[in-house]
């Protein structure tokens, strides 16, 4: 699939050329009604509970309700595709994540471009990865692990969430920079994951740090390292895998975006708004406590350009590897 990165930047950029006093009248009227805000995951997820935090945030603050609404299935794609559809008045928002990038390749027929059709709007949180193994697996660090997997191939099984979910993509990258074969087992969801990797079913997993760090500190799962570029403060003695393999990093992510054509002033306002609540001190403790890194404040066309570089890079991850949707 070609990406219109172009396209994608340019809408971003509109919102950030809006003269100030446009901004300023456009953010006294809106909203008059209130906003939708499709989350295309399951509720009691945590894309679901990030948005309800945010929302009500943006409720007090704009004084008009933000009303969540759950649309999962298909890997996010349903709840996106009701988003594209949606008219482009502000009144519709959707909140994307790193699933969105890695659709964007994964599936061949989507009735929707991501990059096309949805305009960025400001960034949310990180949530990091951690590579961990069940305590009576021999490695005990990254080079061990990557010696022991060049001495076996093809006998360590990788679990994960499902195909091409970022769990999936980031054991990808970590087999193709480390050159090791490693067998991928999809399950539905997290939980049945976790219990075959805890069983020794399954020999190492990447984890979204919610439901690793518990593992972890009750040391039924040992962790070899994090996938961000930075050590984790939730596990300051766990190295980062890009310690052993330079330039590796790999995490989830959480943001906004709204139809495209959607008023750039709306996007400005939005984007004030929710840069506000990444400063607001309880909604990044509340964050936090989801096992996520609250992103810096910053203009939508910087968001724009870390989904189009997210995009890009998941994009050759997923050829490189030959995977496919189920």
Do not use: C
């Amino acid at each position: 699939m070609k990406f219109p990165r172009r396209r994608f930047l340019h809408l971003a950029a509109g919102a950030a050329a809006l003269p100030a006093a446009s901004r300023i009248a456009w953010a006294q009227a809106y909203p008059a009604r209130p906003v939708h805000v499709i989350v295309p995951q399951a509720a009691g997820s945590s894309s679901d509970i990030t948005a309800r935090l945010i929302g009500q945030f943006l409720s007090d603050r704009l004084g008009q309700q933000f009303i969540i609404d759950d649309r999962p299935g298909a890997g996010g794609n349903i709840g996106t595709e009701a988003a594209v559809h949606a008219p482009a008045d502000g009144y519709t928002v959707l909140l994307v994540n790193s699933q969105n990038a890695i659709n964007a390749t994964l599936y061949d027929k989507l009735s929707f471009n991501f990059m096309r059709d949805i305009a960025p709007v400001a960034g949310l949180t990180l949530v990091p990865l951690v590579m961990e193994v069940s305590p009576s697996f021999p490695a005990k660090t990254v080079p061990e692990f990557i010696a022991y997997a060049k001495a076996n191939p093809g006998k360590i099984n990788m679990a994960s969430a499902g195909v091409g979910g970022p769990q999936h993509v980031a054991g990808e990258l970590f087999k193709f920079m480390a050159g090791v074969d490693m067998v991928h087992v999809p399950y539905r969801g997290t939980t049945p994951a976790v219990t075959d990797l805890l069983a020794g079913q399954v020999q190492v997993m990447f984890d979204v740090t919610p439901t690793a760090v518990p593992q972890i500190r009750g040391g039924k799962l040992r962790a070899l390292a994090v996938t961000t570029a930075k050590r984790l403060d939730v596990l300051p003695d766990v190295p980062t895998v890009g310690d052993f393999l330079p330039g590796y990093e790999a995490t989830a992510w959480v943001g906004v975006g709204v139809p495209k054509d959607t008023p750039p002033a709306v996007i400005a306002a939005l984007n004030e708004a929710i840069n506000a609540a990444l400063v607001d001190e309880k909604i990044k403790a509340q964050l936090a406590e989801l096992g996520a890194i609250t992103m810096p404040p910053a203009p939508a066309a910087a968001f724009g350009k870390f989904v189009a570089d997210e995009t890009e890079k998941w994009g050759k991850v997923i050829k490189s590897a030959g995977i496919r949707a189920d």
